[in-house]
């Protein structure tokens, strides 16, 4: 029976995220292995990390033929073939639908730079910025998250972290808070969702052992 978790980084730009996860892993602060980063994005620094740490990183770009159900059906097979506990979104710009999602019930994660409900989407940081400047608000923060459907950046909420936004902040240093931030909760959230796994694996070995 294994006795580290099997991580899937999906993820389609820096890969900072990917990084934390990839060093926690390596470092034994994670009870995981990565076992693969896959990218939608063939020039992707995440892919390019995860080969510099000898990792498979494995680019899925969709075919311009390709339906969305189609393209998310060929990545499940793919990232099913590593055989994942969970399959961590770390900055993966593309909304997976059922043909993804219904391949891993329980087992998707993300993580989004806002806290529950607010900002979904892309420049979630930039857009909490510009109202701490308009004057609406003075915090902003990180989430981890379930993704059990195709709503954006919503779900089960795992963890969150608020993040004061100061007035000395310009955009770069907000930006700079926010992802070391999100390394600490992604990771610590992982680090949770992996002991719970394998304690399931210890004390019902049937149920969660991979043969
Ligand atoms: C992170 O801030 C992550 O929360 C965000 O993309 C960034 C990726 O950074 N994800 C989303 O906005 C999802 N809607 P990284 O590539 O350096 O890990």
Known sequence: MESRCRLVVLASGNGSNAQAVIDACNTGTLPATVVAV???KADARALARADAAGLPAVHVGKRPDETRADYDARLADIVSGFDPDFVVLAGWMRILTLSFLGWFPGMVINLHPALPGEFPGTLAIER???EAREGSRDSTGVMVHLVPDEGVDSGPVLATARVDILPTD???TLCERMHATEHH?????LHRLCAERLTERTSSPRNGAKV
């Open 170 to 172: 310009t955009l770069d």
């Open 128 to 130: 909490a910025f510009r």
């Open 185 to 189: 909760l992604l990771v610590d959230t």
């Open 38 to 40: 896959v990218s939608d």
